[in-house]
């Protein structure tokens, strides 16, 4: 069986936690900051979890992480 290769895209954007999530980063954090209140920056910050029904899908492409 050979080696399985690792999506580098999705590698980059999403990272596994002890408990098996998949960890992501918000979207809306980028450009465009003085529009948004602080409080909204603040929470953006925060990492978000992937939802569980791209948890077959992510974990297919990494097979590894």
Do not use: E, V
């Not at 925060?46 to 492409?61: I, M, V």
């Amino acid at each position: 069986m050979p080696k399985l290769k690792t999506k580098r895209g999705a590698a980059k954007r999403f990272s596994k936690t002890g408990s098996g999530k998949f960890k992501r980063k918000k979207a809306y954090r980028s450009h465009i900051l003085s529009s948004k209140d602080r409080k909204r920056k603040r929470r953006l910050r925060k990492p978000g979890f992937a939802d569980k029904t791209n948890h077959k899908s992510l974990q297919r492409q990494m097979p590894y992480a």
